[in-house]
């Protein structure tokens, strides 16, 4: 491991204050109220013990995700920032980030987040329609996201905000006007999601049921290459599946993550991917937040999970996060971590379909028309 690698913390505050009917994320609603300073001195235990089991690292990035962490006081957060500089260092230009809805509550302490050390943002926004919102279970309306967008650009250095589309009902021409005024409202980022229905949620039951009617394949395929289509001719190509930003806007973190590089996870059901001692660690904490902070109370983390990848483990992760990106993986590095080359008759069969490419440079990539059958590409290449 070469500790000029990048590293980053990712920190899960796991409340929400209502939970929406299409997450499948460790989110909770509690309305007994939380005891912060609690929870706070249980992140910074658990970052200490795990800055004495990794020793060195210089971290490039901090992501506040949720659950919805701008729920938390700034003062809260600027703990938790102090107390990863206390055990590692960090680089000058540091990105960090904190997910936020865009209610007027949460947008009031936009400048205390900043002054705490936030530098981005990212708004959940999820519709430009306010019978959307109101169908997706959320707080806010399209004018309060718009407001905090606006608050947004101008107290940070940068900030994205997130949308959903193929929801039920909608038809092309409203997605191309829906996303084009997005596209007006941003400098240099957009998370744009076709919606996922997933197991266990209110909207899976109601799908099931027949209540709830989304696009069909050939629709959310039309929406899909029309997004594509328009944030490319506005200058934000997907860097990602599904996210897009000019040039130098990606999100640092993210890429982390899909990179195959080493991250902490932070929190009540966070995940992290640690280098120790030559071998790669898969981690995972207490999902239930109370549960996660009496382990850390008492054994300093809350890991339930903190197993030995195999080589065939930390390589095919490679390729699964790698290939979500526009820029791919390098056939090189998948070798080195695999003990073993991709087929290569795999590859020449993708590529004849027109799914995979070779760069100039020798990266393996999906192509724009392989994207929206990814899993597949990747499930091939993988066996």
């Not at 230009?93 to 990212?122: C, D, K």
């Not at 193929?166 to 596209?183: C, F, G, M, N, S």
């Not at 809350?302 to 990848?309: A, P, S, Y």
């Amino acid at each position: 491991m070469n500790l000029a690698d990048p590293f980053a913390v990712y920190v899960h505050w796991p409340f929400c204050l209502s939970k929406c009917p299409y997450c499948d994320f460790n989110s909770h609603v509690r309305h007994s109220g939380i005891d912060e300073a609690r929870f706070v001195r249980a992140f910074k235990a658990e970052l200490a013990s795990t800055a004495a089991r990794i020793g060195r690292r210089t971290v490039s990035s901090i992501f506040f995700g949720g659950g919805t962490p701008s729920l938390m006081r700034p003062a809260s957060v600027q703990a938790i920032i102090d107390a990863i500089a206390l055990h590692w260092r960090v680089v000058a230009n540091i990105e960090v980030t904190l997910e936020a809805n865009p209610t007027s509550v949460e947008t009031a302490n936009f400048r205390g987040y900043r002054a705490a050390g936030v530098n981005r943002v990212s708004l959940g926004v999820q519709s430009l329609d306010d019978a959307a919102l109101k169908g997706l279970g959320r707080q806010h309306t399209v004018q309060e996201a718009l407001d905090a967008i606006a608050i947004a650009r101008a107290i940070f250095d940068r900030y994205s905000f997130d949308l959903i589309y193929a929801r039920p009902h909608q038809t092309l021409d409203a997605w191309v006007a829906e996303l084009k005024r997005a596209i007006a409202h941003t400098v240099n980022h957009l998370s744009l999601y076709q919606l996922t229905i997933e197991p266990e949620t209110p909207f899976a039951g109601l799908h099931q049921a027949g209540k709830l009617a989304v696009p069909d394949d050939h629709t959310a395929r039309d929406l899909f290459d029309l997004t594509q289509d328009i944030c490319c001719a506005a200058g934000l190509p997907a860097y990602e599946v599904s996210n897009h930003a000019r040039p130098g806007g990606e999100c640092r973190h993210n890429l982390i993550y899909w990179r195959g590089h080493e991250y902490a996870g932070i929190g009540p059901g966070a995940h992290g991917r640690l280098n120790i001692d030559g071998r790669r660690y898969a981690t995972e904490t207490e999902k239930h937040p109370e549960t996660w902070l009496m382990r850390v109370e008492t054994s300093g983390h809350g890991l339930v999970v903190d197993e030995k990848l195999t080589a065939g483990e930390t390589a095919d992760e490679y390729l699964l996060m790698g290939l979500r990106l526009a820029e791919g993986i390098d056939p090189k590095r998948y070798s080195a971590l695999a003990g073993r080359t991709l087929n290569p008759e795999r590859i020449s069969i993708l590529r004849d379909e027109g799914a995979v490419e070779t760069t100039a440079g020798g990266r393996l990539r999906v192509t724009p028309s392989g994207f929206p059958v990814l899993d597949a590409v990747v499930a091939d290449l993988a066996a």
